[in-house]
């Protein structure tokens, strides 16, 4: 089929497949989420209030939930859950970004969300940080530039993450619960649960307890793991 058909190229962007990037409707989404990223950054950089920075996100995102009307105590927690973003934000079409309640985003993070982007609840993102679900063939004949095709790979963080500044994530990795990644750090591969990493590439150089669920919950995942270990 070709790529240049309404909605084919964006079919197998999101598959992860080979697609072209500057058929004509991605063009214009992606010329959609940097008219509403200018919107959001400008009124976030004029100190525009909670609500209507919340508004001018759920238009980055695609997110067509209304809001509570203003001054119900349901508003507040409605806005509540929504990031909490510093600014200047950049994604490249913002309605593949998923992210789950009290996510705060530091100033200058770039979301390149070719292919979903997921980001757990309470994680709290440092300044300057890049989340790439985009890349390109290595074959330079294939890649042939802006001409050529390209594709992406699903970026999945956990709840209750940490990053800190300048940590750039690469397409297809998942991140577990409770991870803190060092500053500088380039993710490179998964990361299991509760663990802190660094470097580049990033490493595990410390392990850590598992206190977000209740003991008895810890106690039957390490029998399981135990168990799984002895099979």
Same mark, same amino acid.
């Given at each position: 089929?070709?790529?240049?058909?309404?909605?084919?190229?964006?079919?197998?962007?999101?598959?992860?497949?080979? *697609?072209?990037?500057?058929?004509?409707?991605?063009?214009?989404?992606?010329?959609?989420?940097?008219?509403?990223?200018?919107?959001?950054?400008?009124?976030?950089?004029?100190?525009?209030?909670?609500?209507?920075?919340?508004?001018?996100?759920?238009?980055?995102?695609?997110?067509?939930?209304?809001?509570?009307?203003?001054g119900s105590a349901q508003e507040i927690?409605?806005?509540?859950? *929504?990031?909490?973003?510093?600014?200047?934000?950049?994604?490249? *079409?913002?309605?593949?970004?998923?992210? !789950?309640?009290?996510? *705060?985003?530091?100033?200058?993070?770039?979301?390149?969300?070719?292919?979903?982007?997921?980001?757990?609840?309470?994680?709290?993102?440092?300044?300057?940080?890049?989340?790439?679900?985009?890349?390109?063939?290595?074959?330079?004949?294939?890649?042939?530039?802006?001409?050529g095709p390209e594709y992406g790979k699903?970026?999945?963080?956990?709840?209750?993450?940490?990053? !800190?500044?300048?940590?750039?994530?690469?397409?297809?990795?998942?991140?577990?619960?409770?991870?803190?990644?060092?500053?500088?750090?380039?993710?490179?591969?998964?990361?299991?649960?509760?663990?802190?990493?660094?470097?580049?590439?990033?490493?595990?150089?410390?392990?850590?307890?598992?206190?977000?669920?209740?003991?008895?919950?810890?106690?039957?995942?390490?029998?399981?793991?135990?168990?799984?270990?002895?099979?």
């Amino acid at each position: 089929m070709d790529l240049l058909t309404p909605g084919e190229s964006r079919r197998r962007m999101l598959a992860g497949e080979l *697609y072209y990037a500057f058929a004509p409707d991605l063009t214009e989404d992606r010329r959609r989420c940097k008219v509403a990223c200018h919107a959001y950054n400008t009124a976030n950089a004029n100190g525009a209030p909670r609500r209507k920075l919340v508004e001018l996100w759920k238009e980055i995102v695609g997110d067509k939930t209304p809001l509570p009307p203003e001054g119900s105590a349901q508003e507040i927690e409605a806005l509540r859950a *929504y990031p909490w973003n510093d600014g200047p934000v950049k994604f490249d *079409y913002g309605y593949n970004c998923k992210f !789950g309640a009290g996510v *705060y985003i530091n100033s200058n993070c770039t979301f390149l969300d070719t292919c979903v982007i997921t980001i757990g609840a309470r994680t709290l993102i440092g300044p300057n940080c890049s989340f790439y679900a985009a890349t390109h063939p290595v074959d330079p004949a294939v890649r042939n530039g802006v001409l050529g095709p390209e594709y992406g790979k699903p970026i999945t963080v956990g709840e209750d993450c940490w990053f !800190g500044g300048n940590v750039v994530v690469l397409p297809g990795i998942t991140i577990g619960r409770g991870v803190t990644v060092g500053a500088g750090s380039v993710v490179t591969k998964d990361v299991e649960d509760f663990v802190v990493v660094a470097g580049n590439p990033a490493r595990v150089i410390k392990r850590l307890e598992n206190t977000l669920d209740p003991p008895e919950k810890r106690q039957v995942e390490a029998q399981e793991g135990k168990e799984l270990a002895e099979e």
